[in-house]
């Protein structure tokens, strides 16, 4: 098995073997290898989420483990190759969820839990609906907040998430995104003794072009041409999904921020790993243009394309001190390789 740890290794300043660091992973959902300034965007800025890049290593040649969601998240976990890992797509379960992953999968947080890591992922499931094997808290997470199910995640503004495995009422009104990135955020803060694995597999910016309009409206300016133009995935129908997915962008950018703020706030930057990718390559869905946003930078296709544009997705992992910044890199490397390195 390929291990990305070997490029890494070549960053890496000597380490003090009794100090093990805290892990965080930021998968996006959707996003296009092209969709950061870092690697090529021009029609909006992603200043925080370069300042990763800046300040850690930057992959060209990184793969998604499908190109699709599920089974993307199935090789995560498992550190297995699509051919292997249990999931090989978005097979639904009614009336809520998807395919569990056997209760036999030996997943990243099992592993990092029995090191003595406190564990959670906040965000996107999609392994196993409430309650099966799949579940994340039967599957070595001790705290889940967010998207059971799939289906659900096709609206930020749903009536219910999860909470470990309380079902929760919601008003439809209120942007999930939000709830989502402030359980991730008190929960890092309440577990800064660490050492701890925080999975966020947030959902922006998969349709439908959802964001609070504060985001969209400076892109409604910026692109009047399509103020006439609706999307819809889920819910009502959006005017102008270009001004809602550049405030897409910019809003999680923001929240990206926010996280490294509070790791310099709690004093554990220095022994903390981040690091960021996407689960496949740009959607066409919900009004969204990727061509326009030339989201899959010069790649050949989409989501759910084996071409380059619908697998190759942004890599970056930062380590102050230890990753050297600024560092880029061709090295080929896919997702199935986290779960080794991390584990190394």
Not at 116 to 123: P, R
Not at 327 to 341: C, E, L, N, R
Request: charged share 25%; hydrophobic share 35%.
């Amino acid at each position: 098995m390929r291990i990305l740890i070997i490029t890494l290794i070549s960053a890496l300043a000597p380490l003090v073997a009794s100090a093990k660091p805290n892990l965080i992973y930021i998968l996006l959902d959707d996003a296009g290898y092209g969709d950061f300034s870092c690697y090529g965007q021009e029609k909006f800025r992603t200043p925080r989420i370069d300042r990763l890049a800046a300040e850690g290593i930057r992959f060209t040649d990184h793969y998604a483990g499908s190109t699709v969601c599920a089974p993307t998240r199935s090789v995560l976990m498992t550190g297995l190759h699509t051919g292997h890992t249990p999931s090989r797509g978005n097979k639904e379960v009614k009336p809520v969820g998807q395919f569990p992953i056997p209760d036999e999968s030996f997943t990243i947080a099992e592993a990092l839990k029995a090191q003595g890591y406190a564990t959670a992922a906040f965000g996107k499931w999609g392994l196993g609906f409430p309650g099966s094997e799949g579940d994340p808290l039967k599957q070595g997470f001790e705290r889940f907040y967010g998207y059971n199910c799939q289906r659900n995640a096709h609206t930020y503004y749903p009536t219910w998430l999860y909470d470990d495995g309380k079902k929760i009422k919601l008003d439809g009104k209120t942007y999930s995104h939000d709830l989502i990135m402030d359980e991730a955020l008190a929960w890092v803060r309440s577990k800064k003794d660490g050492p701890f694995f925080c999975f966020l597999p947030v959902t922006i910016p998969h349709a439908a072009l959802h964001v609070p309009e504060e985001y969209a409206a400076p892109f409604r300016k910026q692109f009047p041409e399509f103020e006439d133009k609706t999307g819809k995935y889920a819910g009502p129908p959006i005017k102008n999904p270009a001004a809602m997915f550049a405030g897409m962008m910019t809003k999680i950018d923001e929240d990206v921020g926010r996280l490294m703020d509070l790791l310099q706030e709690l004093g554990i930057d220095d022994n903390t790993v981040v690091m960021f990718s996407s689960d496949n390559g740009p959607h066409k869905e919900g009004g969204h243009m990727p061509d326009f946003f030339n989201s899959s930078g010069d790649l050949r296709g989409h989501k759910r394309a084996l071409y380059e544009g619908g697998i190759r997705t942004p890599m970056i992992a930062r380590w102050p001190g230890k990753i050297e910044a600024g560092a880029v890199t061709g090295h080929i490397s896919a997702h199935w390789d986290i779960f080794p390195t991390l584990c190394e």
